[in-house]
């Protein structure tokens, strides 16, 4: 039998409706989600003014209400039907008309439409009109002509405004309430534009040509060993933990619903949309038939019910849905005909005295029925009160083995009063709880923690201890040892992290070649020398020409998913692959901190680099990768600059002329015309030159300027100031300065100044936050496991406030040692 027709897998360049009510977000939405897949954005309100030469104000106080009507709806189904593809398009109101919606029902037959759904006290909030009952009970019919839906989250955590919510909790480092908290815009845009991954299918692959040793690159069910942490809609609707209470407990979160209250969907929508906000973690979306503690339903309403709620998890493009195969087959069928980008985790459980053996040949039958269905991952579990023999689960594999290819992963796994044990080499998806949360509704309420399980790889050598470094000519200021080594404690992790000063390859290579070496932060003199000696680089830092991450290669084939499998594990390695996290780590400080009016216009906003090293060169790309495309470049040595600016003019030349080249190919919306001659980095040779006519001042500016020279010595520390002619923007803007010793640089102290008295629209983004964020991301590609966010940004400036006490200290002691001296003498 072949597997039902998927009826929601659309073409990957198919438009993109957005509809819903007034003030749910669909402009703001649409602007980002537009930015991101690099479509166009068609607004309905634009369309009409386009096709008509008046606004829809002007046409109904001109034509009447009848001809308008009328015309609206021409104009909505012209505009569906002539931007077919490549497009974003956002509704305006024409979509609560009954004919605009049967044109958006028959859209969505070869066209993801998302109903954009925000909290109705919310947009009651922000309307503020007489009418609102009346749209909100209109905005219903939404639901019934899309296919897709966004909850589109109020979250008052995010609504601190800058200036009170930079500090970090228990810390008392000289920024906190100078910097910004992350913008609701910005959490938005992350949840947004992930949800359209997996909307449009492209979320992972991207990730794997980028960067294949990045968390979000390898699915976990293609891991050597990953968690499924389980949360259950009973606990988390009353929660007594934090969010990131939960961070790093699991490589992805089984959201099982197994709890009623009223308003059920929307009380689903939101978790959905929380777990995707807090954790950025992959969904498993999971339907339990007999939830304990609920009342029990007839066959029909179980039906019913649990049919309409998995068809919300798909709605919702939850990453994975769970589905039970012994369901009815009707249900099974509906929902693999709906089920659009998300996988499917086909299920067999056996419970109790009936729980069938590994030897029995159901298993293998239950194992194809799934594969035929075309299942992503099949979850076989058995609970039952002993484990299974070693022999019978031998015999299991064996005639797993010789079932044709392509055969879906398989979760399979013995519950019993002992815990879960798997009779697969693969350990894949376990199912893991949070420590702190019992619940007595969970059948695995005895799971062990993702903590526990990591710890006990190491303990059964199936993964090694390793030693990890920051090496550089000077790294004894560094943070990373302490944030990293917070990280593996928390992880179950038994690794090592050290720095180490060197400046010659030859000591790098010494260090690398040992059979433990696990991966280095890399930071000056390295992250450009490296690069030749490279047998595989991101495509990120091919394109800046540093690195600052450095992994050995272990694998024992040529497949980089062979060494991407093999972090924390010991054993010779000659080759080395270089990753960038030094310009991912700058464009999540800066996505963070600009303003909703300082929101990159690629033709229009100007960013300020200074500095000429590996880590200015990150910043240029950050820049870059957020749409600008007037970067300035200073540097006191001019020359350095300059060599900087012609290496991206020339990589940008390249890849656009591949990019328009390709467009030709393929269809897709390439850079505009002209791009492939665009200077897009300049150098500004002097401070004492005006800043550039026909620019606008800088509403980014990145300070590289190093606190140690490459060799080694320690420089005078930063010492930039911007010429305050350039620090005229009239919307402010961002200051990233990279330098943290000391933390109250010029630079900064000169913003803090501009804020209180000239503009208060800057915000400084500090040294250690960065530095944070690249230890965030190091951690991650080194062990291939989510990292512990809030412990990592605590333990930095908890260090850092710990190393200046220590400096404070001994500069006394030094002083009153020379006091000493001179009373002697
Ligand atoms: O610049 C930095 C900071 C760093 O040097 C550190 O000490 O944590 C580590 C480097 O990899 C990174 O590029």
């Known amino acids: 039998m072949a597997p039902p027709k998927n009826e929601r897998a659309f073409e990957a360049n198919a438009s993109i409706v957005l509809v819903g009510c007034r003030g749910a977000g ?27 030469g008046m606004s829809r104000g002007q046409y109904l106080a001109r034509h009447g209400r009848a001809l308008f009507a009328r015309q609206d709806i021409e104009v909505f189904k012209h505009m569906l039907d002539s931007n077919m593809t490549g497009c974003v398009i956002e509704c305006g109101m024409s979509s609560l008309n009954e004919e605009a919606q049967d044109a958006l029902r028959e859209y969505s037959k070869s066209h993801p439409v998302v109903y954009i759904h925000r909290e109705k006290e919310q947009i009651a909030h922000l309307l503020d009109a007489a009418d609102v009952q009346e749209l909100l009970r209109a905005d219903e019919k939404h639901r019934s002509c899309s296919n897709f839906e966004y909850y589109n989250l109020f979250d008052p955590s995010n609504h601190a405004t800058t200036g009170t919510s930079g500090s970090v909790s228990g810390t008392n480092t000289p920024l906190n309430g100078l910097q910004p908290g992350p913008s609701k815009l910005l959490s938005a845009r992350e949840d947004f534009t992930r949800f359209l991954d997996i909307v449009t299918a492209r979320g992972a692959t991207k990730a794997w040509l980028e960067s294949p040793f990045s968390v979000s690159s390898v699915p976990p069910e293609f891991r050597s060993y990953s968690y499924a942490l389980r949360l259950r809609l009973s606990y988390l609707m009353d929660m007594d933990l ?34 995707r906000r807090k954790l950025g973690v992959p969904i498993i979306y999971h339907v339990e038939e007999n939830p304990r503690g609920e009342r029990r339903r007839t066959v029909e309403e179980k039906y019913d019910m649990d049919t309409e709620i998995l068809e919300l998890g798909l709605r919702l493009g939850v990453d994975y849905l769970s589905l039970d195969l012994q369901r009815e087959e009707s249900l099974v069928t509906r929902v693999l005909r709906h089920r659009g980008r998300s996988k499917i985790i086909g299920n067999f459980w ?100 993702a903590y526990h399980s990591y710890e006990l790889l190491f303990r059964q050598f199936l993964l090694d201890p390793l030693q990890f470094y920051v090496l550089g000519s000077n790294v004894s200021y560094s943070l990373s040892p302490a944030m990293h080594t917070a990280a593996y404690d928390f992880v179950g992790m038994p690794h090592t992290f050290q720095g180490v000063t060197c400046s010659t390859l030859d000591r790098l290579n010494q260090i690398c070649l040992s059979d433990s070496f696990g991966g280095a932060s890399l930071t000056a003199p390295f992250k450009v020398a490296i690069m030749p000696h490279l047998k595989l680089k991101s495509h990120h830092a091919t394109a800046i020409g540093a690195v600052n991450v450095l992994l050995p290669l272990r694998g024992k084939t040529f497949a980089i998913l062979d060494h991407v499998n093999s972090r924390n594990k010991a054993g010779p390695a000659r080759e080395f ?64 600059a300059e060599e900087v600016a012609a290496h991206f003019n020339q990589w940008f030349h390249e890849t656009s002329s591949h990019n328009i080249n390709n467009k030709q190919a393929n269809g897709s919306p390439g850079p505009q015309k002209g791009a492939a001659n665009q200077e897009i980095v300049r150098v500004i040779p002097s401070l004492s030159d005006p800043w550039p006519r026909n620019f606008q001042p800088p509403t980014m500016v990145i300070s590289c300027v190093p606190a140690t020279s490459p060799d080694g010595d320690l420089c005078p520390p930063a010492d930039f ?22 933390l109250l640089t010029p630079l900064v102290v000169q913003i803090q100044a501009v804020r209180d008295h000239v503009s208060p629209s800057w915000v400084v983004v500090d040294g250690l936050e960065v530095v944070a964020e690249m230890a965030i991301e190091a951690f991650e590609l080194m062990t291939g496991r989510m990292a512990p966010k809030r412990l990592i940004k605590e333990v930095c400036r908890k260090t850092w406030e710990q190393q200046q006490e220590q400096r404070r200290q001994q500069q006394q002691q030094q002083q009153q040692v020379v006091q000493d001296g001179e009373m002697v003498y």
């Open 26 to 52: 669909k402009r703001t939405l649409g602007f980002m989600g537009a930015l991101h897949l690099r479509r166009r954005l068609v607004t309905e309100d634009h369309y009409f003014e386009k096709a008509t």
């Open 242 to 275: 934090e969010w990131e209470d939960f961070e790093a407990r699991g490589d992805c979160v089984e959201l099982i619903i197994d709890h009623w209250p009223d308003d059920l969907y929307n009380v689903i929508a939101r978790q959905v949309a929380l777990i």
């Open 350 to 449: 056996y419970m109790g005295i009936g729980a069938v053996s590994w030897q029995d040949e159901r298993q293998i039958e239950n194992y194809k029925r799934a594969q035929r269905l075309g299942c992503d991952i099949v979850r076989m579990a058995r609970f039952c009160s002993n484990d299974s023999p070693a022999e019978l689960l031998e015999d299991f594999k064996k005639r797993l083995a010789s079932i044709p290819d392509p055969k879906p992963p398989l979760v399979a796994y013995d519950f019993s009063v002992l815990g879960v044990r798997t009779p697969l080499q693969s350990r894949i998806l376990s199912p893991v709880k949070h420590p702190d949360t019992e619940n007595e509704r969970d059948h695995l309420a005895t799971i062990s923690t």
């Open 577 to 640: 692959f270089g990753d960038n996290t030094d310009w991912s780590s700058i464009l999540t400080c800066l996505r963070r901190a600009i303003s909703p009016r300082n929101f990159v216009q690629p033709s229009k906003t100007t960013g300020l680099v200074v500095g000429a090293g590996g880590m200015a060169r990150a910043a240029i790309y950050a820049l870059i990768q957020l749409g600008c495309r007037n970067i300035f470049l200073y540097n006191r040595t001019l020359s350095r």
């Open 721 to 742: 100031v911007m010429p305050l002619e350039w620090l005229n923007s009239p919307t402010g803007g961002v200051v990233v300065e990279l330098a943290y010793e000391p």
